[in-house]
Nanobody
Framework: QLQLVESGGGLVQAGGSLRLSCAVS????????MAWFRQVPGKEREFVVSISYNGGTTYYGDSVKGRFTGSRDNAKNMVYLQMNNLKPEDTAVYHC?????????????????????WGRGTQVTVSS
């Protein structure tokens, strides 16, 4: 059973940057596709980025392309989300997720149903 714990959220002004981290407790971390999703109350969870088992392949949601970068460090069991040029519409709870069924994510937007394990999330608030 994986445990995922996010950190790094907070309050930032528009145009600023934040780096989120996700610590994953498992001995087989490199066997999982990892992803970040975000959610605003009352709305469906939105795909942000998916990352292949070795970090070599990534797919991004259209709303974050060119501003966010997803990465992982398999030696440390960590996943990261570097967020630059933040906008008020990026305000959400950001969740880390793991998919143990594949090593390479499906091209394009990830689907919530594909991910078996989820963290509780970290709040990001962007002020205008």
């Amino acid at each position: 059973q994986l445990q995922l714990v996010e950190s790094g959220g907070g309050l930032v002004q528009a145009g600023g940057s934040l780096r989120l981290s996700c610590a994953v407790s498992t001995r087989t971390f490199s066997s999982y596709v990892m992803a970040w999703f975000r959610q605003v109350p009352g709305k469906e969870r939105e795909f942000v980025v998916s990352i292949s088992y070795n970090g070599g392949t990534t797919y991004y949601g259209d709303s974050v392309k060119g501003r966010f970068t997803g990465s992982r460090d398999n030696a440390k069991n960590m996943v990261y989300l570097q967020m630059n040029n933040l906008k008020p519409e990026d305000t959400a709870v950001y969740h880390c997720a793991a998919d143990g069924n594949r090593l390479i994510p499906h091209p394009g937007p990830g689907r919530v149903a594909e991910y078996d394990y989820w963290g509780r999330g970290t709040q990001v608030t962007v002020s205008s």
